[in-house]
């Protein structure tokens, strides 16, 4: 059995692997590498627990710190064990520091590369994840786009082999734990919520969270909401959001409940529930657009356009009347044809690595 190595780091990460590893697991054998990117529990640990992710047979145990280290220091990790184990092929996901990690150390050493969730571009070079998807297209040996969009994308830039068009994978997540979810979680009821009687809002990027301006513009516009604002916070806000200048921020909005970060189950259960998302979450906007929830998205540009052509999101930046008026009056009513796919990506793209591999 040809041997395939999964690099994953980040949250996101670890909800792409689920659908994967069942389906990689079918025809080859899977070993997997945790870069320790994210480590806390509730960044981690519980998304293998309860989303059933094999247990990671290395953990490099990276952690935090500035680009250039956090990214070395798994390179040198990985580069270790790709010279161990010998994969016949290593699988990265999406566009964060473990993504480029993983992908460079493989093609130096001649491993091919299969990136999923190629071909997304933001168009701005400030944001690290850009820096990550560009670099990683560029070496990695097959391409697994979610979108028709992101295969265009690759094709301007000349990169036109061994690119697949298989949907999101995180349609397959969503498709497979939906029903696990309302069966299991419990949160809209334990945090005293009613269906479609809250706004679920998230905010993790540098883009927002190291710029006070950005929010206090954001936050401003959460005052005046009169319903309950749920907000899981990213621990990149935690400190901040204790600060003495968020304290007299935040005391300001009646409505808002920080919670800690919480797991697949309950997330998706919340997403469903809400009246609106807030977010600047790349995978939060795909998963309102799921579950057909208007989100309304505080940042400049987004990567899943097509979430914003078929009237699901709402690009509003930083901008604090547009944010108001979203929330007052966005409200998509109609049904739309999902463009991502019909839930089988995982098999698509276990099928595309058979055959490169045979
Ligand atoms: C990373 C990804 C981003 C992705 C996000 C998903 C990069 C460049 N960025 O951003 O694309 O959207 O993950 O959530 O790879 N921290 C903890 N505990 C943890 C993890 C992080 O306290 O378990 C704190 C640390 O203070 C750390 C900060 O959060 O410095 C940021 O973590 P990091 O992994 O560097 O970037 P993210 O913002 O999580
Ligand atoms: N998510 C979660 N718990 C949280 C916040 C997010 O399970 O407290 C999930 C969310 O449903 C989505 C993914 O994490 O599937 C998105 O991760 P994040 O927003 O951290 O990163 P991005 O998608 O922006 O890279």
Known sequence: MKKILTILGARPQFIKAAPFSQAVRNHFQEVII?????????????????????????????????????????????????????????????????????????????IPVGHIEAGLRSFNRKMPEEINRITTDVISAQLFCPTANAVSLLAKEGIKNEVY???????????????????RSKIVCELGLNTGGYILFT?????????????????????????????????????RLESHEMESIV????????????????????????NK????????????FFLQVPCITIRNESEWIETVDLGYNIIVGADTDKIVEAIQSFDPVHEVECPYGSGDSAELITKAILSYLN
């Open 165 to 183: 068009l298989c949907g999101d994978i995180m349609y397959d997540a969503m498709q497979h734990f939906l029903p696990v979810s309302k069966e």
């Open 203 to 239: 905010m993790h990027r540098p883009e927002n969270t190291d710029n006070i301006n950005r929010i206090r513009n954001i936050f401003k516009a959460l005052k005046n909401v009169d319903i309950p604002i749920i907000y899981p916070v990213h621990p990149r806000m935690r400190a």
């Open 34 to 110: 945790h870069t320790g990117q994210h480590y806390d529990d509730n960044m981690s640990r519980i998304f293998f627990d309860e989303m059933g992710i094999p247990k990671p047979d290395y953990n490099l145990n990276v952690r935090s710190g500035t680009h250039g280290k956090q990214t070395a220091q798994m390179l040198k990790g990985i580069e270790e064990i790709l010279l161990k184990e010998k994969p016949d092929y290593v699988v990265v996901f999406g566009d964060t520091n473990s993504t480029i990690a993983g992908a460079l150390a493989a093609a130096k050493l001649h």
């Open 251 to 274: 005391s300001n909005i009646p409505m808002l409940r920080v919670i800690d970060p919480i797991g697949y189950l309950d997330m998706i259960a919340l997403e469903k529930n809400a």
């Open 277 to 288: 998302i807030i977010t600047d979450s790349g995978g939060m906007q795909k998963e309102a």
